[in-house]
């Protein structure tokens, strides 16, 4: 019970400290700027999510790691990621707002439900080092999907 304990104390604080720092060092410079430049960070950010396709990779997680949770996260990820650089790469062209809308929605749902399923399927004893991924990315992860609902339905008046 410590450890999950301690594992929620560590997700509660990697929430604070990158909210802080992208409310202070993100949010200000990408705010104002028109939808196609203000999501490119984010994009380049969430292509590196092929990352989670480290949860099928021993010694970075133990053996015990749920496949249950560890594939829908995994390919979740990774899809993700595809989509994140797909719509960076499209991004002029008439398929560029509707990819960035389906990027948010899917990358903000895998994230949410390997949160949620986590718990359920016990994978704190069996994360290794791939806890780290989630302690420290996944935060920052679900925050630019915020910014990029928010980036979505701000009025386009409000863009400079």
Known sequence: MEAIILFGISVLMSFIVWNKATQKYLWPRIKNLELKKAVQPILILNSFRFAGLSFFVPGVVHAGLNPAWAVPAAFGDFTTAILAFTTLSLINTASFRPLLWLFNILGFIDLLVAFIDGPRYNILPSLG??????????????LTHLMTFRLLLRKQEAVA
């Open 129 to 142: 080092p791939a806890y780290y991924i989630v302690v420290l990315y996944v935060p920052l992860l679900l």
